[in-house]
């Protein structure tokens, strides 16, 4: 069966104290891993895509890399703005998008 | 430039209740998708709209429905409402074949049923 797991549930950094979310996903024929942020009570806010092992994208503090079975969304001297819920997820089958529960971080001045 | 629309932004339906929720794609989108996002839980796919047909479906019972309009805009309808539908329902939008950018989700809409 299709499927996205995200780690950790939630995570709480330090201002500046740089750390990695985990998306482990179990697909075949990966067409695309997606990252979004989410805010409370707002919709998925686009970040990445990615599309074939070794690739990576930055975008100012964030990075995503993508290996075979994971991806890891690497954040850089985190700030308080960048609180907010994480989500990847990946085309599967006839489902445009099948999401990982989400990674809640919570960035502490 | 807009993105994606979505109307109301909250309610609250009784029990047994239906409910119809909006959706404006997103400027040259054609295809729009519906989620259903309970609290603390990823979004769940509901159904894919194209062409004015619904192209795919996820594992939701039949008392989902949806339109989609010539000019692109979405409707969901659910009927018979219970109270597990309580959650937030997202509209995205994308080109049929989706690109690099993948979707544009609109800020949903929260639902609460009591």
């Known amino acids: 069966e299709d499927q996205v797991t995200q780690s950790p549930e939630a995570l709480r950094l330090q201002e500046g104290e740089s750390s990695s979310l985990n998306c482990s996903y179990t697909?075949?024929?990966?067409?695309?891993l997606f990252w979004y942020r989410q805010d409370p009570g707002k919709g998925p806010e686009f970040l990445f895509t990615?599309?074939?092992a070794g690739e990576e994208k930055e975008k100012e503090r964030l990075k995503a890399t993508l290996t075979k079975k994971e991806s890891f969304l690497h954040i850089t001297a985190p700030k308080p703005e960048d609180s907010a819920t994480y989500l990847c997820?990946?085309?599967?089958?006839?489902?445009?998008?099948?999401f990982g529960k989400g990674t809640r971080l919570s960035v502490i001045a | 430039d807009a993105g994606v629309t979505q109307s109301p932004t909250h309610l609250i339906k009784t029990r047994g209740q239906q409910v119809t929720l909006r959706c404006s794609p997103k400027?040259?989108?054609?295809?729009v998708s519906w989620y259903q996002q309970a609290l603390g839980q990823g979004p769940q796919f509901i159904f894919q709209?194209?062409?004015?047909?619904?192209?795919q479906r996820g594992n939701f019972p039949d008392r989902f429905s949806g339109h989609q309009f010539p000019n692109y805009s979405s409707e969901l309808n659910v009927n018979a409402l219970l109270l597990g539908d309580s959650a937030l329902y997202l509209c995205?939008?994308?080109?049929?074949?989706?690109?690099?950018?993948?979707?544009?989700f609109g800020s949903g809409t929260r639902l609460t049923v009591v």
């Open positions: 709209y194209y062409e004015e047909e619904e192209r």
């Open positions: 995205a939008s994308s080109p049929w074949v989706t690109g690099e950018y993948g979707y544009t």
């Open positions: 400027s040259g989108h054609d295809t």
């Open positions: 697909v075949s024929g990966l067409r695309g």
């Open positions: 990615l599309y074939s």
């Open positions: 997820a990946v085309p599967a089958g006839n489902t445009p998008l099948v």
